[in-house]
């Protein structure tokens, strides 16, 4: 634990507190206006003000959870390659997820500050650029064991040299990119931003002198520290394990990857062990050190909102990541789908594990993130390019401790994430949204409803040599509850090629190529149910009936609630309190024998029509693969199991 010493007053603290928050949000609202992809324009950027060491002094209001919790590593990374070679007018970039980055497509550009000859301080801008290049428009390809595979990696690198542009490098880097001249204005919509934060930061300096403000960057991050000590000194002390899953490993097939988590806090402190998790998998939903300790500080600050995130939170957790890991890949393993694969299970064992402590804020499993990528030629009139389509979905985040999960939310990964507006979609690229609406029955039940999922549907129109690419998991992992809640439903994705069948795609594949006419649909999962669903008020169940969030048959199903339906055009339906009671009671003496039912008997009813997925996975804690409807045994044997700990030891 770093000495406090206190210098500033209250007031000169708070003010300067606040404006380097202020600092960094101007940093971001520079962003907003000057950068050239929709991707970027819609929030998938983070900023941050660091110390001369690197150490992240304040992020602003609306960054992404991912990209704040690892900025003060790649700020480190250029002081380790450059050393005393960094000068006034230098900028840097870098994008490398192992030297402390997340993915490739996740650029840093990092500009030094000196004040008097002297380096005070970096402000570092990074942005998700569209592509990176690689085998795959949007660099996300599934089938890449390497990062060579993935695009382009740049270790720490000089863009800008003493004021003077490298038009020469930057070219050579965006040469390697799709759309190349959307990229290098993302590169200087980033630069000008981190002019932006100095210019700001001199001000101060002007205003205050820089002995005050350098004392300042120091004392917010041990106030930080401090604030954070004291909350955790105030839980007991103990040790707390879970394990959450990655779907598979496409090379092993069947079987759930395990991400195996272990909290423990001791006095002021708190220490993660990942120890016992699995050794990395044979697809890009790796992550590398970076991201998975940035997953840690993430799911721990979800359960201390109020406290400001700098490095001095950095100090109180402490995070054991294996080597040659899912959750520590080292280079050259592929790790691009990091965000859709081991960076949320993280979040979500933290999740579980907070709930147990502090269970007022307890909340379930929340969906995963989803990325959809479409690229090709775009034949419009008028048009006549290279397109980039690149969808993430809202979804449903867990039931909470008190009331149901959010409805079609951004991904916990970064709630900061705006969802991307149809219209803009649809001028930028020869893809029309069909459909974008709640999917019933998404949120798992439970006494607390997991919020809903969305489903959304698009058209191709004149996109020529076309290829689709999804990054998303959860299709045999599937979101699941806790305290005796039960799982939402599984991720993937449908295309319906212009007059033939419609074909489910799963919920990772790279390069299938699409054209035009071709139709696609896929939906988010919702949340996963908190507490038991037979404790749901019946008159909260009728209200999701009325909203349709739930429907009458998983009403009966999930909940043991009878509802008719008097006249749905007016919204009249009423409970059956009898039944209900018979509903319930059978529920309650039968649901600990589904999840011990012979498997085989079950895909019997199932393949009969007797029973239906949600069934399989609510009530028999049975996965199967989407594609082929094959019963998955080791996937199932480790899916029940999890159950058993989540939901059954809380049942009657």
């Known amino acids: 634990m770093s000495t406090v010493t206190t210098k500033l007053d209250p007031v000169t603290f708070e003010v300067l507190k606040n404006g380097f928050v202020n600092l960094v949000d101007q940093m971001s609202e520079q962003v907003l206006r000057t950068c050239y992809s929709f991707v970027i324009y819609n929030r998938d950027f983070s900023s941050a003000l660091c110390d001369a060491e690197g150490n992240t002094i ?256 950095y100090r109180v957790v402490h995070v054991k990541l294996p080597e040659d890991s899912v959750v520590n890949a080292p280079w050259p393993v592929a790790v691009t789908g990091f965000c859709s694969g081991a960076y949320e299970k993280i979040m979500n064992a933290c999740f579980e594990l907070w709930s147990n402590i502090m269970p007022d804020r307890a909340l379930a499993c929340s969906f995963n993130l989803e990325y959809l990528l479409i690229g090709g030629d775009d034949k419009r009139e008028g048009y006549h390019n290279y397109f980039m389509w690149y969808d993430w979905m809202a979804g449903g985040h867990g039931g909470r401790s008190i009331k149901d999960g959010a409805n079609a939310t951004s991904p916990v990964f970064g709630v900061g994430l705006s969802i991307q507006p149809c219209e803009g979609q649809e001028r930028l690229t020869p893809v029309v949204t069909t459909k974008h609406e709640i999917v019933t029955d998404s949120g798992g039940p439970g006494q607390y409803r997991g919020g809903c999922g969305v489903e959304k549907g698009g058209i191709l129109t004149e996109a020529h040599d076309a290829v689709m690419s999804y990054c998303c998991d959860r299709s045999r992992s599937v979101t699941w509850g806790i305290f005796g809640g039960l799982p939402s439903t599984p991720h993937g994705v449908k295309l319906q090629r212009d007059g033939e069948e419609t074909e489910f795609l799963g919920t990772i594949f790279s390069n299938v190529k699409v054209g035009k006419n071709d139709y696609f649909t896929r939906p988010s999962a919702g949340g996963g149910g908190l507490g038991d669903p037979l404790k749901r008020e019946p008159k909260a169940v009728l209200e999701d009936v009325i909203d349709e969030y739930v429907s009458i048959e998983r009403a009966e199903k999930d909940y043991g609630v009878v509802i008719r339906e008097i006249d749905r055009e007016i919204d009249l339906f009423e409970i059956d309190e009898e039944a209900t009671a018979t509903a319930r009671e059978y529920i309650r003496l039968n649901r600990k024998k589904w999840l011990e039912e012979d498997p085989e008997n079950v895909m019997e009813k199932y393949q009969n029509g007797e029973v239906d997925l949600l069934d399989l996975i609510r009530r028999y804690g049975i996965i199967i693969d989407q594609q082929t409807g094959e019963y998955l045994p080791k996937t199932t044997e480790q899916n029940r199991e999890a159950m058993k700990k989540r939901a059954l030891a809380y049942w009657d």
């Open 58 to 313: 304040m992020q602003g209001t609306q960054d992404i959870s991912v990209h704040v919790g690892t900025l003060h590593l790649t700020a480190k990374a250029v002081i380790e390659d450059f050393g005393d070679d960094i000068h006034p007018g230098d900028v840097f970039i870098v994008n490398d997820p192992y030297r402390g980055g997340t993915h490739f497509n996740d650029t840093r550009i990092i500009r030094p500050v000196f004040y008097g000859g002297k380096l005070i301080s970096f402000m570092q801008v990074n942005g998700h650029w569209a592509d990176m290049g690689g085998s795959t428009p949007g660099s996300f390809d599934v089938n890449a064991k390497t990062h060579y595979g993935e695009g382009m990696r740049i270790p720490p690198l000089r863009i800008w040299s003493k004021g003077e542009y490298m038009e020469d490098v930057a070219n050579l880097l965006v040469s390697n990119m799709r759309i190349p001249e959307e990229r290098l204005g993302d590169l200087r919509s980033q630069a000008e931003a981190t002019k932006t934060g100095e210019r700001q930061l001199i001000a101060f300096i002007e205003k205050y002198g820089l002995d005050t403000v350098l004392t300042a960057f120091k004392e917010v991050q041990n106030y930080v520290e401090r604030l954070t000590r004291a909350r955790v000194k105030e839980l007991p002390d103990g040790v707390w394990e879970t394990t959450d899953y990655i779907d598979m490993d496409p090379e092993l097939g069947d079987g759930l990857i395990p991400i195996q988590v272990k909290l423990t806090i001791k006095d002021d402190e708190i220490f993660y062990d990942l120890s016992g998790s699995h050794k990395y998998i044979g697809c890009f939903l790796n992550s590398a050190f970076g991201s998975s300790l940035s997953a840690a500080y993430a799911g721990t600050k979800t359960f201390f909102p109020d406290i400001p995130l700098n490095s001095g939170f």
